[in-house]
């Protein structure tokens, strides 16, 4: 593989400046076009130490207007970093639209290290591996380009290289041991890159390797890959967008009607349940003593917990947000209520700012309303494609089991009312003053649509409550049982993610 | 995920026959708009024993007309398939461009038993998930569609299921004493069916669940949901070719000019190698006996040989593969010469022709010509668009490794001439009269796409060298000395194939 990355392949200085002339001007207009373009650009540099990774960096902050580049270089993880999954520092620094984001020893680092020094199997290397092809490809699949750039250097030159930069006191301080270890062990970290190479070149997120001795060389194919990538991206994305409309079907369309008059999951939940006097008192206590208690062994042990909250409208997630909030030492909680996206979260990824808010350990997230609004209301009122939407699944259930391998608790409850109960407080809502402002034309029109939601509720627990992560639905008509019955729920799961700590 | 399929949904008589009056016309329809579509659909099913499996199959085929469509159910391996990499009983059987495939206790049947029976870890059964995923994207991104059933039960009904079966003396015979086996462990195959249909749901190929209490319901589920999908496809794939049509490029553009005058991976071959006279005679002898007494040793351990075959036009490729072939017994080796595909393989993936030729253990297989024509002739010539030569390199890496963990040895040529030597071959066929049939317009066309071509070649070796499928670069103008070469190289792979398979 990087026998044609040894070819000694070398650019005159009349010829670079030959290309330079044009090329600097074309990657500015590119620069300026992305600015308004519906994606990012994400560029990964890897390779052999002394190759041009750096150099590769700071060319394109020097070739480009650095004011819409991102560079992101990352060390071994924090003490906040490893508090979080693994992916967590990456998708804080993904570019928004119309940047580019630049990122050195990024998530191919650590598979890269460990099959050079041995210290995985190469069975664990690959699920890494895939993990990175799924990451990647779900930035991709919202329409980020992503361009890797693998340099290499034959293990003589890197002897060269590295002698050369030592030799050099103003470069000196960029060589150390590290990397003369690395040179030692050259055959397995190749074996390595090469198996990193074939396993995660795929269509939507390609490797070019880039013969690293001639820095003229090196400069014009980075340059190059980078100007005909962008280029392409902003043709291929402008078609992308015709073919969307094109394909825009009717948002949500309901089943045909044998099919649509079927029981769903939520017709099967008994409605009658309700806990009154003295009982829920009881309980209410009992469960927030517990709760109590076991956050406070959930802090110690670093355990986090993230807890989700859907419902229909009116079904009182508020109420019972704050009635386990009150549990909890404010300090170790946070509550993120999930509106519309703000500008800055438009521009990423629609999982980016979930991620963002994932607590450090021991930490308990509530979040009311979540990253399933994908698949309930963006879906309903067509706010995103079909397309999207059925994809969101796979990519919630790649995000929530992230969560789970990291160790974090994980609740996730739908609150159900029926319809009738709906009206009654709506109409109530509109007698007490203070809660007027609680009711919205909205929520008549969300009620309206009530069958196209229930089918989307329905598809979102069959494909998404999984042992790792699984729905609770909540009969929530009482709203006494409904509290306690979260209560209990999420004190049943953190007693058993405490004991899975254990082990 | 299974709660929701759960719920007793059912449709009576009335309702159903509504609903299939138009249906079946529907179905007929899209059908014959199928058959002169550029994509094949297959559809799998899966899931529960007794909950509708083998009669959704029926349906399909009761519905629509049976001549085109395919239905394909899998057994323990036969001894033939054994012999081969396990996905290659798959692949014959993919239905072509046109037609329907339906796959009964499919790609999924393994997976799911080693997990229920747990003969397997969670880890290997992933690694299995994953070559399944990529099967399926291959396929889909040829324009495949992917329709994936599971049929579900609960417990008690599938209980009740497989007590009715028994106990009609016309069904009894579908039920055998795996189906209770299977029934004891429910949870454990539910488990795994949860934990496979989360992996392998991705937007290409995703999972329809099915509660598959009431025959009506779950027909109406499985023809509505074939319906829709086969409609869409159709829509989606018009669009696409609309798509490809405005993003065509000029086929394999050249690099700007100073990258386009580098050396490639063929620039660094010492051309003038040659071996003469009587250590030419000598080298041959020894390496033909050679390779016939490991070949013998390969048939005993059942270790079959794959070898590739690309060069230049006139670079000696047909004499290399007879000096070879003389060597092996006839009965034990096959040369397959691939030249444009048929007709009945341009209905299929461009993959499934070299599927097909996989031979039986202990043989070995010559391409003259290969899977390769993707990334060079078709690149070259625009025979295919830039993404699907691009997207081929990652097929082809997958396709290899495949036979490399089958134990199959690989070795793989390109024949390598100058420029020079191939007008001097041109010309000589000229002149002999035996040998003019040999030379072509076309050959002389793609001379003049010499520096596209080699730069193929240069991206080819780099992208699919690999350690467990190398490239060997034969400088082929002394044509001695490329003999000798791949009759070495060949000797030296199977030596080092043979050695392993008897750790």
Redesign the interface.
């Known amino acids: ?1 990087f ?3 040894e ?3 070398k ?2 200085r009349a ?2 400046d ?2 330079a002339a044009s090329l600097r001007n074309e990657l500015l207009d590119l620069q300026f076009a992305l600015r308004t373009a519906d994606f990012p650009v994400i560029i990964v540099f890897a390779g052999v130490d002394g190759a041009g990774k750096n150099e590769g960096v700071n060319l394109l902050n020097e070739w480009m207007d650095p004011r819409w580049i991102v560079t992101n270089a990352y060390g071994p993880p924090s003490e906040e970093e490893r508090e979080r999954p693994p992916f967590w520092r990456y998708w804080r620094d993904l570019p928004p639209k119309g940047k580019f984001g630049l990122f050195l020893s990024s998530w191919y680092h650590l598979p890269l290290m460990e099959r050079a020094y041995e210290t995985r199997t190469l ?1 664990e290397m ?2 890494r591996l ?1 993990r990175i092809i799924h990451f990647e490809k779900t930035l991709a ?1 919202e329409g980020a380009l992503i361009i890797k750039f693998w340099m290499h250097l034959s293990q003589k030159a890197q002897k060269r290289r590295l002698e050369k930069l030592e030799a050099d006191p103003l470069t000196r301080w960029q060589v150390g041991p590290q990397d003369w270890d690395h040179w030692r062990i050259y055959d397995k970290f190749t ?1 390595a890159g ?2 990193i190479i ?1 396993r995660t ?3 939507h997120a ?1 490797w070019t ?1 880039v013969e690293g001795q001639d820095s003229r ?1 090196r400069s ?2 980075v340059l ?1 890959t980078v100007r005909d990538a962008v280029a392409r991206h902003l ?2 994305r402008a ?2 967008r015709k ?1 969307e409309a ?2 825009k079907r009717p948002p949500a369309a309901a ?5 649509a008059n ?4 939520l ?2 939940l008994d409605m009658t349940t309700a806990v009154v006097g003295e009982a829920y008192t009881q309980a209410l206590q009992e469960q927030r003593a517990r709760l109590a208690r076991l956050q406070q062994k959930a802090r110690e042990k670093g355990v986090s917990t993230v807890l989700v909250f859907e419902g229909w409208d009116a079904a009182g997630k508020g109420g019972a947000i704050r009635r386990l909030a009150a549990a909890l030492n404010a300090r170790d909680r946070q509550i993120i209520p999930i509106a519309a996206p703000t500008e800055e979260e438009r521009a990423q990824h629609y999982l980016w700012r979930f991620w963002r808010h994932l607590s450090r350990a021991g930490r308990t997230t509530v979040f009311d309303r979540s990253w399933y609004g994908r698949v309930l209301v963006e879906r309903v009122e067509g706010f995103c494609v079909e ?1 999207a939407w ?2 969101a ?2 990519e919630i ?1 790649d995000f929530e089991e992230q969560l789970a391998e990291h160790g974090i608790v994980l609740a996730k409850f739908w609150l159900h009312i029926t319809p009738d109960e709906q009206l009654r407080r709506f109409q109530a809502r509109q007698t007490v003053e203070y809660k007027k402002w609680k009711l919205t034309d909205e929520d008549w029109r969300n009620r309206e649509k009530w069958p196209l939601y229930e089918q989307a509720v ?2 979102m ?7 790792l992560a699984p729905w609770t639905l909540v009969e929530a008509n009482d709203k006494n049982h409904a509290r306690v019955k979260i209560l209990t729920t999420t004190c049943d799961a953190l007693q058993a993610g405490l004991k899975r700590r254990k082990k």
């Open positions: 593989m026998e044609a990355a070819l000694g392949r650019i005159s010829d670079f030959a290309l069975a690959d699920e895939e699949d074996a090469e198996h074939q070149s795929r269509s390609p390797i060389y014009a194919m190059t043709e291929t078609v992308a073919v094109e394909l089943l045909p009607p044998p099919l079927q029981p769903s999951i017709s099967s397309e059925t994809r699944f796979t259930n329905n598809d627990v069959e494909k998404t409550s999984t042992r």
